[in-house]
């Protein structure tokens, strides 16, 4: 159940999770983390993810993603980018570098205290 709050006509509604997260800039500063975190993860040896993430702005990558995350959690932005099938198609990613890149996640999400 989400936190009730007053608005500013005096009725009391739920807290969308973009509000509880804490808006955009919370948002962006968990991206940024969690982006630059996976990046240097050395961990991680998969060549076609490096050469992928070689190939694209990564300022442009975390914009999506925060987009991503601010429109999915009720925010006002707008997403408009591929879905994470399509986005990730052709990558060969394992099931132990998706196992260290939900740890990374958790990590980050750990470090900005976002709740369960």
């Not at 009730?4 to 999770?17: C, N, T």
């Not at 919370?26 to 040896?45: C, S």
């Not at 987009?67 to 009720?74: F, H, P, S, V």
Request: hydrophobic fraction near 40%; glycine fraction near 10%; charge should be neutral.
């Amino acid at each position: 159940m989400g936190m009730m709050h007053e608005s500013s006509m005096g009725m009391m509604h739920e807290s969308s999770l973009y509000e509880r997260l804490g808006g955009k800039p919370a948002i962006d500063a968990v991206v940024e983390d969690f982006v630059n975190r996976l990046g240097g993860d050395t961990r991680i040896k998969n060549e076609k993810v490096k050469a992928r993430l070689a190939a694209i702005s990564i300022p442009n990558l975390k914009m999506h993603l925060a987009n991503l995350i601010c429109a999915g959690t009720g925010g006002p932005c707008k997403y408009g980018g591929r879905d994470m099938k399509n986005a990730h198609v052709g990558l060969s990613i394992t099931s132990h570098e998706f196992d260290l890149t939900v740890e990374d996640l958790v990590t980050t999400l750990d470090k900005f205290k976002v709740p369960a």
